[in-house]
């Protein structure tokens, strides 16, 4: 299999091949970060560049782990400072070029943004949560968590709950997993459901017990803050009531369900307490397999098409 | 508590007239038929009288908690028997607000001791009837609410109903919205017209109304949800609402009486027990009104009962609140109008005010007169000859734009949940 993309933007156009391709040099990738010394300088002598706007997210260490690991200088960028909107952009890609930086990750509030920087600029762009649209790595790492539990996608019942209407992993989720023969349905209030999402290939749910009945996989979405929902939801409590995932929920699903979330959860609203750490919830798991997919994206990137090592093979 | 009724004329599922004998236990109707063999002792002998199920009221103020002073459980019960209605709705403008689940069971509570007849809620649309931040519909739904109202208070904006409509989606629950645009009302106090003019007061068009009718429809439409139009009052409202059906908007829509038997002219002499909200309008407005009270456009006719305080009734027409006294007289001039004068069958009128509101509301137990049904019913004599006399209300609000008209028909009894709550010698 030759990997031959510049940039990982999207899950939209990327083929089951591809997407099992990347999991599988990311279990190998594992053995790296499992190692006392976690160095495979495969990235000796790049640089990698992150734009992350203002925030110290868990997502940008996840990357500057990642980057480290595989021995490649990472360099910060504030968004805030340069990248302020879009127009910005293209010349930032060109500096950053000029300069010799190999890989640009960036996270960007404004959806569309990664694929504009893609395009004006010669370096790798990995897209780390672009507006609502997508958040490909995270999708990734949600995958190669199932893969793990589950053997394989083709049939498997997995629920999406929460914010959907504001949710860019559930975007790249949808797209991934319809792509590899899993069956999707979105849970949540109907406010927060995107108007037609059952064109891409889900089914709908308001009534969370309907939604996750004999489920394979949960995977929780995060709220935003209750003050950004304006008239979109009556309050986080109403959430709790009809949505949050606990034990009575997972009676309705398979008994080997597992629950995962991206993080930071909002702890008894989103998932109760008594779920988590119970061995149904993998969000452990899908932390380390975070920097696991993202050695392997960059890894992959930096090849340019180029047959890989064969320890990854 | 077991109770006979006998001799009643009572129409069966089929629309015929027949002499029956009711029997009621434990709240239920157990049994109807031509000379029930019950020996109980006591029994009410409704020889000659009508027995019809208990009228449902799906647009009225209770005023309680908050506004005792206007209206109280009590009291607007106690209007409403005298009325033939068994069911009341209490609209959400109470202080505090009926907008969560607390609000309800209070409500409820107070409503257990103190009401003669059958109280449901409507959910407030927002917190505080604000305008802008969603109440917890569905905590309110399982606490008990029927419907989610926006209270008579249309300041909101069409995102915020818009969400409304999506989200109450998820509870299979009807929305309420009484439609003004406040912008174009302005600081009209009666329908803009020939008479506002000729009286020198300040108009409220009918696109006041009409404007946010189509936007709600509309919105309804898009959000798949149940959109329900109280208390409308214009041609163009029906016209609205007739079309809307025609293209499959999931649209109900309630009248009350003064919008088919009052017109603007009545306005001529300041009246102000005629001043209400949506304003009295046109003769052309009260015929559409009719007519879509004949063909189904409006699936319902409500009492609009909104009391207020006779202080604040007695003074000049642009200062005197909105409000209008009419439990006691809802049945009885809407029966005159559309039974006597228009011809409509009793059924067809009745449906209007029992059946329809019983579906809406999704109470199944409600609205007729069936084995198992609530034992709510009314006792009704078609022939008496009754002079409407407000100082006799059992309403706070004893004012009315009806008093001293003579219409035909007397209410002499009302039976709610198989209790006699009220009873006249006959």
Same mark, same amino acid.
């Given at each position: 299999?030759?990997?031959?993309?510049?940039?990982?933007?999207?899950?939209?156009?990327?083929?089951?091949?591809?997407?099992?391709?990347?999991?599988?040099?990311?279990?190998?990738? #594992?053995?790296?970060?499992?190692?006392?010394?976690?160095?495979?300088?495969?990235?000796?002598?790049?640089?990698?560049?992150?734009?992350?706007? &203002?925030?110290?997210?868990?997502?940008?260490?996840?990357?500057?782990?990642?980057?480290?690991?595989?021995?490649?200088?990472?360099?910060?960028?504030?968004?805030?400072?340069?990248?302020?909107?879009?127009?910005?952009?293209?010349?930032?890609?060109?500096?950053?070029?000029?300069?010799?930086?190999?890989?640009?990750?960036?996270?960007?509030?404004?959806?569309?943004?990664?694929?504009?920087?893609?395009?004006?600029?010669?370096?790798?762009?990995?897209?780390?949560?672009?507006?609502?649209?997508? &958040?490909?790595?995270?999708?990734?790492?949600?995958?190669?968590?199932? #893969?793990?539990? #589950?053997?394989?996608?083709?049939?498997?019942?997995?629920?999406?709950?929460?914010?959907?209407?504001?949710?860019?992993?559930?975007?790249?989720?949808?797209?991934?997993?319809?792509?590899?023969?899993?069956?999707?349905?979105?849970?949540?209030?109907?406010?927060?459901?995107?108007?037609?999402?059952?064109?891409?290939?889900? #089914?709908?749910?308001?009534?969370? *017990?309907?939604?996750?009945?004999?489920?394979?996989?949960?995977?929780?979405?995060?709220?935003?803050?209750?003050?950004?929902?304006?008239?979109?939801?009556?309050?986080?409590?109403?959430?709790?009531?009809?949505?949050?995932?606990?034990?009575?929920?997972?009676?309705?699903?398979?008994?080997?369900?597992?629950?995962?979330?991206?993080?930071?959860?909002?702890?008894?609203?989103?998932?109760?307490?008594?779920?988590?750490?119970?061995? &149904?919830?993998?969000?452990?798991?899908?932390?380390?397999?975070?920097?696991?997919?993202?050695?392997?994206?960059? *890894?992959?990137?930096?090849?340019?098409?180029?047959?890989?090592?064969?320890?990854?093979? | 508590?077991?109770?006979?009724?006998?001799?009643?004329?009572?129409?069966?599922?089929?629309?015929?007239?027949?002499?029956?004998?009711?029997?009621?236990?434990?709240?239920?109707?157990?049994?109807?038929?031509?000379?029930?063999?019950?020996?109980?002792?006591?029994?009410?002998?409704?020889?000659?009288?009508?027995?019809?199920?208990?009228?449902?009221?799906? !647009?009225?103020?209770?005023?309680?908690?908050?506004?005792?002073?206007?209206?109280?459980?009590?009291?607007?019960?106690?209007?409403?028997?005298?009325?033939?209605? =068994?069911?009341?709705?209490?609209?959400?403008?109470?202080?505090?607000?009926?907008?969560?689940?607390?609000?309800?069971?209070?409500?409820?509570?107070?409503?257990?001791?103190?009401?003669?007849?059958?109280?449901?809620?409507?959910?407030?649309?927002?917190?505080? @009837?604000?305008?802008?931040?969603?109440? %917890?519909?569905?905590?309110?739904?399982?606490?008990?609410?029927?419907?989610?109202?926006?209270?008579?208070?249309?300041?909101?904006?069409?995102?915020?109903?818009?969400?409304?409509?999506?989200?109450?989606?998820?509870?299979?629950?009807?929305?309420?919205?009484?439609? %003004?645009?406040?912008?174009?009302?302005?600081?009209?106090?009666?329908?803009?017209?020939?008479?506002?003019?000729?009286?020198?007061?300040?108009?409220?068009?009918?696109?006041?109304?009409?404007?946010?009718?189509?936007?709600? $429809?509309?919105?309804?439409?898009?959000?798949?949800?149940?959109?329900?139009? =109280?208390?409308?009052?214009?041609?163009?409202?029906?016209?609205?609402?007739?079309?809307?059906?025609?293209?499959?908007?999931?649209?109900?829509?309630?009248?009350?009486?003064?919008?088919?038997?009052?017109?603007? %002219?009545?306005?001529?002499?300041?009246?102000?027990?005629?001043?209400? +909200?949506?304003?009295?309008?046109?003769?052309?407005?009260? %015929?559409?009104?009719?007519?879509?009270?004949?063909?189904?456009?409006?699936?319902?006719?409500?009492?609009?009962?909104?009391?207020?305080?006779?202080?604040?009734?007695?003074?000049?027409?642009?200062?005197?609140?909105?409000?209008?006294?009419?439990?006691?007289?809802?049945?009885?001039?809407?029966?005159?109008? $559309?039974?006597?004068?228009?011809?409509?069958?009793?059924?067809?009128?009745? +449906?209007?005010?029992?059946?329809?509101?019983?579906?809406?509301?999704?109470?199944?137990?409600?609205?007729? @007169?069936?084995?198992?049904?609530?034992?709510?019913?009314?006792?009704?004599?078609?022939?008496?000859?009754?002079?409407?006399?407000?100082?006799?209300?059992?309403?706070?609000?004893?004012?009315?734009?009806? !008093?001293?008209?003579?219409?035909?028909?007397?209410?002499?009894?009302?039976?709610?949940?198989?209790?006699?709550?009220?009873?006249?010698?006959?």
């Amino acid at each position: 299999m030759k990997f031959t993309r510049k940039d990982f933007i999207s899950l939209k156009d990327v083929s089951s091949g591809e997407i099992n391709y990347i999991l599988k040099v990311a279990e190998t990738m #594992k053995h790296v970060i499992a190692q006392k010394n976690k160095r495979a300088a495969i990235l000796n002598g790049k640089s990698v560049i992150t734009l992350f706007g &203002n925030t110290l997210s868990r997502n940008k260490i996840s990357y500057d782990l990642a980057a480290g690991y595989l021995g490649a200088n990472v360099v910060e960028m504030k968004l805030g400072d340069e990248g302020g909107d879009l127009g910005n952009l293209i010349d930032l890609g060109r500096i950053i070029d000029q300069m010799g930086g190999d890989f640009i990750i960036i996270r960007h509030p404004m959806s569309g943004s990664a694929k504009l920087l893609a395009e004006s600029a010669l370096a790798c762009v990995i897209n780390a949560g672009d507006g609502i649209n997508e &958040n490909p790595t995270q999708s990734l790492l949600d995958l190669l968590t199932i #893969k793990e539990q #589950k053997g394989g996608f083709k049939n498997l019942k997995v629920s999406i709950i929460g914010d959907v209407m504001h949710s860019r992993v559930a975007r790249s989720n949808i797209w991934a997993l319809t792509t590899l023969g899993a069956r999707v349905s979105v849970i949540g209030p109907p406010t927060l459901i995107p108007d037609f999402i059952d064109s891409l290939g889900v #089914k709908i749910f308001y009534n969370a *017990y309907e939604g996750v009945e004999s489920a394979d996989v949960i995977l929780s979405l995060k709220l935003q803050p209750e003050r950004q929902y304006g008239s979109l939801m009556p309050s986080t409590n109403e959430y709790r009531n009809l949505f949050k995932i606990d034990s009575e929920m997972l009676s309705y699903a398979k008994p080997d369900v597992i629950v995962m979330h991206p993080g930071p959860i909002n702890r008894g609203i989103e998932i109760s307490s008594q779920i988590i750490g119970t061995k &149904n919830c993998l969000i452990d798991d899908q932390i380390t397999n975070g920097v696991a997919v993202r050695m392997a994206l960059l *890894y992959l990137l930096s090849m340019g098409g180029n047959p890989i090592n064969e320890a990854f093979n | 508590m077991r109770l006979l009724i006998k001799n009643a004329s009572v129409f069966d599922e089929s629309g015929s007239l027949d002499i029956s004998d009711i029997f009621i236990d434990y709240g239920e109707i157990v049994e109807i038929g031509p000379k029930l063999n019950y020996d109980i002792p006591e029994y009410i002998d409704a020889k000659g009288k009508y027995v019809f199920p208990g009228l449902i009221d799906v !647009s009225c103020k209770i005023c309680d908690p908050g506004f005792e002073y206007k209206e109280d459980i009590a009291t607007v019960s106690k209007s409403a028997i005298k009325g033939g209605f =068994t069911t009341l709705t209490a609209s959400p403008d109470t202080n505090p607000v009926i907008d969560d689940k607390t609000v309800v069971k209070y409500i409820d509570n107070k409503a257990k001791n103190l009401s003669y007849v059958n109280i449901y809620q409507y959910g407030g649309m927002t917190k505080g @009837l604000n305008g802008t931040q969603m109440s %917890e519909v569905g905590q309110m739904k399982q606490a008990g609410v029927v419907a989610i109202s926006d209270g008579g208070k249309a300041d909101y904006d069409a995102s915020l109903l818009s969400n409304v409509l999506k989200y109450s989606t998820m509870f299979d629950i009807p929305v309420i919205t009484f439609c %003004e645009d406040k912008s174009i009302s302005g600081a009209g106090v009666m329908n803009k017209g020939i008479i506002s003019t000729e009286v020198g007061l300040r108009g409220i068009p009918r696109e006041s109304e009409e404007v946010v009718v189509a936007r709600n $429809l509309l919105l309804a439409k898009y959000a798949g949800a149940r959109i329900h139009i =109280t208390n409308i009052s214009t041609k163009g409202s029906v016209w609205l609402i007739r079309e809307a059906k025609k293209n499959g908007v999931k649209a109900t829509c309630d009248t009350c009486p003064h919008y088919f038997t009052l017109t603007e %002219e009545d306005l001529r002499g300041y009246g102000t027990f005629f001043k209400v +909200k949506p304003p009295l309008r046109t003769k052309e407005d009260v %015929e559409a009104v009719i007519e879509g009270i004949f063909d189904g456009t409006i699936d319902m006719v409500s009492s609009g009962h909104s009391p207020e305080t006779i202080e604040r009734k007695m003074t000049d027409f642009e200062n005197a609140a909105y409000g209008i006294s009419s439990l006691e007289t809802a049945f009885l001039v809407s029966y005159n109008c $559309l039974v006597l004068e228009r011809g409509m069958g009793i059924m067809d009128f009745l +449906k209007k005010l029992t059946v329809n509101p019983a579906k809406f509301l999704n109470l199944p137990e409600k609205g007729g @007169l069936q084995v198992g049904m609530s034992a709510d019913m009314f006792i009704f004599d078609a022939h008496a000859e009754n002079k409407i006399d407000p100082s006799t209300f059992a309403s706070k609000a004893k004012f009315s734009p009806y !008093s001293g008209k003579t219409v035909k028909g007397k209410v002499l009894g009302t039976i709610v949940q198989g209790r006699i709550m009220y009873l006249q010698e006959f």
